[in-house]
Nanobody, 115 residues
Framework: EVQLVESGGGLVQAGGSLRLSCAAS????????IGWFRQAPGKAREAVAC????????YYADSVKGRFTISRDNAKNTVYLQMNSLKPEDTAVYYC????????WGQGTQVTVSS
């Protein structure tokens, strides 16, 4: 069974930084892709960033380009999301996601950015 567990969320002032972690387990191959999504109050869940394990290629939503960086540590089976220059509009529950025969979601970690 593939499982994803997020951590690293918290409360930060505008302009500050946080690093989220997504610990993965249960994969039987290395060629998986993990993405970060977020859902703010009253808004739909949206894709933030993703990274492949094969070549390290990345994707970023326009709203976070230049501020967020996704990375991976294959030895630890962990994907990170470094969030810099945080804005109040980044406030959301952040989820990691993958597809392994089915949609797999983490439980989510709360990020709150104050003014």
């Amino acid at each position: 069974e593939v499982q994803l567990v997020e951590s690293g969320g918290g409360l930060v002032q505008a302009g500050g930084s946080l690093r989220l972690s997504c610990a993965a387990s249960g994969f039987t191959r290395d060629d998986y892709t993990i993405g970060w999504f977020r859902q703010a109050p009253g808004k739909a869940r949206e894709a933030v960033a993703c990274i492949s394990s094969s070549d390290g290629s990345t994707y970023y939503a326009d709203s976070v380009k230049g501020r967020f960086t996704i990375s991976r540590d294959n030895a630890k089976n962990t994907v990170y999301l470094q969030m810099n220059s945080l804005k109040p509009e980044d406030t959301a529950v952040y989820y990691c996601y993958t597809y392994w025969g089915r949609d797999v979601w983490g439980q989510g970690t709360q990020v709150t950015v104050s003014s």
